[in-house]
């Protein structure tokens, strides 16, 4: 007769190792990139970082673009943060492409 019972967490290190299932963190499906342009409430941003909370809640980290009101900084969770149509993209990089300048050419380089 086989006798069938259900085996515990203490009696797990009983098992052959291949038998033990392996626990693995879930892979998040990330609402925004790293670098992608958001908007939080009135302010635009830049993600520089994010992570995911104890409870799985995506977090974060904005570099506001602008005026900052002192906290250039925020970190956010993903539900206060949406994407920031290309309008507003293209209105805040245009001015800073008229002030690029070229590199000085070395003599080594002169034709």
Avoid at 55 to 67: K, P, S, V, Y
Avoid at 79 to 107: A, F, Q
Wanted: glycine residues 6%; proline residues 7%; hydrophobic residues 45%.
């Amino acid at each position: 007769m086989n006798m069938h019972t259900n085996i515990t967490a203490a009696d797990r290190t009983l098992l052959p190792r291949g038998l033990i299932a392996r626990r693995r963190a879930p892979r998040a499906r990330w609402k925004f990139q790293i670098g992608a342009m958001v908007e939080f409430g009135e302010l635009l941003a830049v993600v520089a970082e994010r992570s995911l909370s104890a409870l799985g809640h995506q977090i974060f980290t904005l570099h506001i673009l602008g005026e900052a009101h002192g906290r250039p900084t925020r970190v956010v969770r993903a539900e206060y943060i949406s994407n920031v149509p290309t309008l507003k993209v293209v209105g805040i990089y245009t001015p800073l492409v008229d002030h690029v300048e070229d590199p000085p050419i070395r003599p080594s380089q002169a034709l």
